[in-house]
C-alpha cells in the first residue's frame, strides 16, 4: 500500500441530498478527482458503472459500497457521502444513508480486495456505522475511518 492516507476530509461529502445512485457516485468521483486521486473523472465513472453493472453493491444495514480498479486511479482511496434520506445501492434491506467509494489502481492487485474486506469487518458493527452517521463534519468521519478501518 502506498503512504498516500486512505482517507482524508476532502474525500467526505455530508449530507447529501441526492437520490439516485449515479449521482451520488459521481460526487465521489469529483473529490477524488479534485485532491487528485483520479486523473479522468469520465473514465473511473465507467468503471465504476461497469463493476455495478455485474452486481449490486448494496450492503445491509443502510450502506453503499461502489468500487473499481482503474487505470485512472492514482492511489488506493476511500471516499464517503452521508446520504441521509438514503439512496438505491440495490441493498435487500432498503437504501443506503452510508457510501463508501473505493478507488483502486488498476495494478494494484489485491490493494481494493484489503480495503473492502477492512471495512466490511467494521461495518458489520452497528456502533461503528452509527459513529459515522452521527459524525458533525467531515474531519471526524475521516477521522474514525483511519483508526478503525486497518489495512493488514
Not at 4 to 31: G, M, Y
Not at 32 to 47: I, K, N, Q, S, Y
Not at 67 to 74: D, G, I, K, Y
Request: aromatic share 2%.
Amino acid at each position: 500500500m502506498s503512504t498516500t492516507p486512505l482517507i482524508t476530509p476532502e474525500l467526505v461529502a455530508i449530507d447529501l441530498t441526492l437520490s439516485d445512485r449515479d449521482a451520488v457516485t459521481r460526487t465521489l468521483v469529483d473529490l477524488l478527482h479534485a485532491a487528485g486521486r483520479v486523473t479522468d473523472p469520465e473514465g473511473f465513472m465507467a468503471d465504476v458503472r461497469a463493476r455495478e453493472a455485474q452486481m449490486a453493491t448494496g450492503m445491509p444495514g443502510g450502506i453503499g459500497l461502489p468500487h473499481a480498479r482503474s487505470a485512472h486511479v492514482v492511489a488506493p482511496s476511500l471516499a464517503v457521502a452521508k446520504v441521509p434520506g438514503g439512496v438505491d445501492f440495490g441493498a435487500p434491506d432498503g437504501p443506503a444513508t452510508l457510501v463508501f467509494l473505493i478507488a483502486a489502481p488498476a495494478e494494484g492487485d489485491g490493494d481494493h480486495l484489503k480495503i473492502l474486506a477492512a471495512l466490511a469487518r467494521r461495518l458489520v458493527h452497528e456502533s461503528f456505522r452509527t459513529s459515522l452517521l452521527q459524525a458533525p463534519d467531515a474531519g471526524t468521519v475521516a477521522d474514525i475511518i483511519t483508526r478503525e478501518v486497518v489495512l493488514s
